[in-house]
């Protein structure tokens, strides 16, 4: 890693001169150099975004103006990457959270600790993403980035890995391929005999599909409905007592 450039937008100074002050402390730890760019405000940010990038932001939910919830799904319309943490002085927000897949809430005033367990969780859910799988298609062996795994739809003996960027043959059947990406780490849900989901990439359950990220909606079976319902909840509990 070259530089970790972070974004930290918060109306409140003072706040945000601590971020960035336990930010600094963090970075003398660290065997890569941290860029900190500080805003004050949502659109300010969202202008910045037009012309750089940031792997992590820091954004305060309650500003004036463009409030932080809005800024964060402006964010996640024009990068699906970008790190978001939200820092406030409530926890009522977190249902909304997942809209946006913020990876961690911290609670004000921020104690540094919070603060750099959240920059840790940061890097080593990335260095999880960036995990690939190995797999035979008809055209020879090829890896695939985890992280973009949407779901797999089963043809017989084989199945069609959809991810973000393309669709191909994965010469696997699904259970078989369903074993292989759990053990890997990938919350994958079996919602059908013919589709496999990655529960991480859904963004709701309904009583007939599971919708994905980009509106992509998979086919429920009736007997699974409840159980991929009450998966998608645990996950993003899990996720949300892991991180907060």
Known sequence: MDALRIALCDDEITEKELLERYIREWDERQPFSVCVCSFSDGQTLLHSMEKET???IFLDIQMQGLDGMETARRIREADGSAGICFVTGYEDYLAEGYEVEAFRYLIKPVRREKLWEALDSFL???????????VETPKGQRRVALSGILYLEAFGHTCTLHSDTESFTVKLGITAA???LTALGLAMFRCHRSYLV???RATGIERECAVLEGGIRIPISRKSYEPMNRAFIQYFTNCQNREV
């Open 198 to 200: 990655n529960i991480a």
């Open 178 to 180: 369903q074993e292989q």
């Open 124 to 134: 080593r859910r990335r260095r999880r993403i960036q995990t690939f799988w190995p």
């Open 54 to 56: 940031f792997d992590i």
